[in-house]
């Protein structure tokens, strides 16, 4: 699988568990990070007015009770497990990436 495949399922799948989340009730999805500024789930987030961003990190000063990491990157979800708030459940790309194969 080459780089583009990667960032395409990557974007697929970032997007289905955007709407799986969006639709389901007692989910409120405070922001949709992405360093692709045109990736489609943050386009998808703009438009139903999620707030949007390219860096992680100051989201970690919110009371946030579920993280879910898509980037696939060990080192990325090592720095969110050293950061995030307490009690945050966080959940890796693998398991994102099962998720939302299965909607």
Do not use: C, Y
């Amino acid at each position: 699988m080459g780089e583009q495949d990667e960032k395409r399922d990557h974007h697929r799948g970032g997007t289905s568990l955007l709407k799986l989340l969006h639709e389901a009730s007692g989910f409120d999805v405070v922001a949709v990070i992405d360093v692709d500024d045109n990736a489609p789930g943050l386009q998808l987030a703009r438009k139903w007015g999620i707030a949007v961003g390219r860096d992680w990190r100051p989201w970690m000063d919110e009371p946030l009770d579920l993280i879910i990491e898509t980037t696939g990157r060990a080192d990325v979800l090592e720095l969110i497990r050293q950061q995030a708030p307490k009690g945050a459940n966080i959940v890796p790309s693998a398991v994102a990436r099962m998720m939302a194969e299965l909607v």
